[in-house]
T-cell receptor, first 114, second 117 residues
Framework: SQQGEEDPQALSIQEGENATMNCSYK?????LQWYRQNSGRGLVHLIL?????REKHSGRLRVTLDTSKKSSSLLITASRAADTASYFC??????????????FGKGTKLSVKP | DTGVSQNPRHKITKRGQNVTFRCDPI?????LYWYRQTLGQGPEFLTY????????KSRLLSDRFSAERPKGSFSTLEIQRTEQGDSAMYLC???????????????FGDGTRLSIL
């Protein structure tokens, strides 16, 4: 079963705009990760945020984590056409669940138009 | 290129045939994972290895599926008597786990896309 649920399922914006994707999960976690997947390719790790962190930045990416609401958001600022991809959040399971494998949501499909 | 390598990239086979996929992880990584991804969904965990030991298998991994990592390096995933429902992208990932397992990013290959006719 899938732990995370991304919202929205699809997002279409113009180049230069910001894109915000949200993720909700069900169980307690050690950390939450965001991945990007270009069509027909594997997943690329973007950023990891630990359960005791509230916000993390990496270049044009900003991730927030609210463990009380079991939710996270990924913000991509000043988007580019090359950001067009599917974005997935993934969690481990702190509450006696699997040791190390990731549980993915269904993803948000982002389209950035030039 | 020192990333995760998967072969073949595409496999088309008839229902009932056996197929085998190979994954070569990043060389110093001790953990290797297999996931399955269907269209419009996120990857779903199948199994993982710590060195050569297979430590966990998902309920998705029926008895027609078997995975090996004989020398703790490359891994193979075999599907016997393939069914239509096996059509999916099979992804391999690896990571270096020294402490808390869940705190490591995983590095993915580009997958093997399996199509069952």
């Amino acid at each position: 079963s899938q732990q995370g649920e991304e919202d929205p399922q699809a997002l279409s914006i113009q180049e230069g705009e910001n894109a915000t994707m949200n993720c909700s999960y069900k169980t307690s976690i050690n950390n939450l990760q965001w991945y990007r997947q270009n069509s027909g390719r594997g997943l690329v790790h973007l950023i990891l945020i630990r359960s005791n962190e509230r916000e993390k930045h990496s270049g044009r990416l900003r991730v927030t984590l609210d463990t009380s609401k079991k939710s996270s958001s990924l913000l991509i600022t000043a988007s580019r056409a090359a950001d067009t991809a599917s974005y997935f959040c993934a969690t481990d399971a702190e509450d006696g669940g699997s040791q190390g494998n990731l549980i993915f949501g269904k993803g948000t499909k982002l389209s950035v138009k030039p | 290129d020192t990333g995760v390598s998967q072969n073949p990239r595409h496999k088309i086979t008839k229902r009932g045939q056996n197929v085998t996929f190979r994954c070569d992880p990043i060389s110093e990584h001790n953990r290797l994972y297999w996931y399955r991804q269907t269209l419009g969904q996120g990857p779903e965990f199948l199994t993982y290895f710590q060195n050569e030991a297979q430590l966990e298998k998902s309920r998705l991994l029926s008895d027609r599926f078997s995975a090996e990592r004989p020398k703790g390096s490359f891994s193979t995933l075999e599907i016997q008597r393939t069914e239509q429902g096996d059509s999916a992208m099979y992804l391999c990932a690896s990571s270096l786990v020294l402490g808390q397992p869940g705190n490591q990013p995983q590095h993915f290959g580009d997958g093997t896309r399996l199509s069952i006719l």
